[in-house]
């Protein structure tokens, strides 16, 4: 079973940046793709991006596009979401996910039905 834990989270004003990480307990052979998720309060959680770890083709939701970058690191099993320009609509928990095979379509990607484990959440606030 995999066991993810995010951190990076934190306090920033409009503009800046911040770095999300998503570590995973073991990933080897059970995961097909990993992503980030968002819910600000009173808003339904909505898919950031995600990335499928062995080939590394990214997704994004055009909100992030050309802001966000996903990027994932083999050896140590860890996903990273690399936040720029951030708005003050960015503000949310911020959650990985993955999800394992068989293969989910790419559409699927962004769905958060499609993944079984999910971390705890890191709060990103952004200040005006």
């Known amino acids: 079973q995999v066991q993810l834990v995010e951190s990076g989270g934190g306090l920033v004003q409009a503009g800046g940046s911040l770095r999300l990480s998503c570590a995973a307990s073991?990933?080897?052979?059970?995961?097909?793709?990993m992503g980030w998720f968002r819910q600000a309060p009173g808003k339904e959680r909505e898919f950031v991006s995600a990335?499928?770890?062995?080939?590394?083709?990214?997704k994004y939701a055009d909100s992030v596009k050309g802001r966000f970058a996903i990027s994932r690191d083999g050896p140590t099993n860890t996903m990273y979401l690399q936040m720029n320009s951030l708005k003050v609509e960015d503000a949310a928990v911020y959650y990985c996910?993955?999800?394992?095979?068989?293969?989910?379509?790419?559409?699927?990607?962004?769905?958060?039905?499609?993944?079984?484990?999910w971390g705890q959440g890191t709060q990103v606030t952004v200040s005006s």
């Open positions: 990335i499928t770890w062995r080939n590394g083709v990214k």
């Open positions: 996910a993955a999800t394992g095979w068989p293969r989910p379509s790419d559409s699927q990607l962004f769905l958060g039905t499609t993944y079984g484990y």
């Open positions: 073991d990933l080897r052979f059970s995961t097909y793709a």
